[in-house]
């Protein structure tokens, strides 16, 4: 009889998911989304005294051109993940430069303070997902060898553009024409830009998706809890006094929204430890006690 030897286990490579040179076509656009998403949150601040006397808002408005910004990136960051774990990154990415585009022009043209607050929310919603998705897609088309020299690219980007947003705001106010617009507007063209070369060049494989449930419910139980505390912070003291039935109401219900918040979160992640407990073990016998004792 004759021995049948086992065979020695194969290691797979971790082979790049593009080639050197599509990364390098490809990872200029990523870099464009990434600056100008970057750039329009701290390019505004040396603009807003000129913005706020233009469009004729109150010191509301002056705090509401940044943090409605601010608060939908925020906010709008998570929920571009877990659609990435969905669906294509590449249609993504495109979304959210059109999202992008959406707002930083309607924000550029605001006949009023109210339009250019909502269109600054649109455009932080877009800033969100570029500055979310170029990480993810940077993970899928480099291979985890090369991937540290790349993401430098990406914090470059982030040093460049949070540092030159506020000297390039200040040089377009100080030019006096064409004027405070161009502050909400220079991005555009390094989005458009972003847009035609990831069109052509981003070609990521085709991966298997993972069926995740999207937290919207969390999503917008933290931005309501924010912003009900942002109003209280910008009208307290103004409109209505800081101890009245109005703090009363606005403290409370944010407070009550971050703790249903807590608690759908909390729900959230026990449900997820238990399914992939699930998903892990394959049979009954082979559960840890952990796994096998969860409901």
């Known amino acids: 009889m004759t021995g049948v030897r086992p065979s020695a286990p194969v290691q797979k490579r971790e082979d790049p998911a593009m080639t050197h040179r599509q990364v390098l076509q490809a990872l200029p656009g990523l870099l464009l989304g990434l600056f100008a998403a970057i750039m329009s949150s701290t390019i505004v601040t040396s603009a807003l005294p000129e913005i706020i006397n233009d469009r004729g808002g109150g010191q509301s408005a002056y705090t509401w051109v940044v943090t409605a910004s601010l608060l939908a990136m925020t906010a709008s960051t998570p929920l571009w993940r877990e659609l990435a774990d969905r669906h294509s990154k590449k249609t993504l990415v495109q979304t959210a430069l059109w999202v992008y585009i959406a707002g930083s022009v309607g924000a550029g043209l605001a006949p009023s303070a109210g339009i250019l607050i909502v269109a600054r929310a649109v ?3 877009g800033a969100g997902g570029l500055s979310a998705l170029a990480q993810i ?11 540290g020299r790349h993401e430098g690219y ?6 460049v553009a949070t540092v030159g947003g506020p000297l390039l705001g200040g040089a377009i106010t100080d030019a006096g024409r064409p004027g405070w ?8 063209p ?43 912070v910008t009208f307290a003291g103004d409109r209505y006094a800081r ?10 219900g944010s407070v009550v ?38 409901p």
């Open 257 to 294: 929204f971050a703790l249903v918040f807590l608690r759908v979160e909390s729900r959230a992640g026990a449900r997820s430890s238990r399914c992939v407990c699930s998903t892990t073990a394959p049979s009954r016998s082979l559960r840890s006690p952990r796994c096998s004792s969860a």
């Open 243 to 252: 101890l009245s039935w109005q703090t009363c109401v606005v403290v409370g």
């Open 123 to 125: 455009q932080g919603a």
């Open 181 to 188: 617009r161009w502050c909400l507007l220079v991005g555009v």
């Open 154 to 159: 990406v914090a470059a980007t982030f040093a």
């Open 137 to 147: 897609v940077m993970a899928v088309m480099v291979s985890p060898r090369e991937r």
């Open 190 to 232: 390094f989005a458009a830009a972003a847009l035609v070369v990831l069109r052509r060049n981003l070609h990521l494989p085709v991966l298997p998706r993972q069926r995740t449930g999207t937290d919207w419910a969390g999503a917008s139980l933290v931005t309501e809890a924010v912003s009900l505390l942002l109003i209280w």
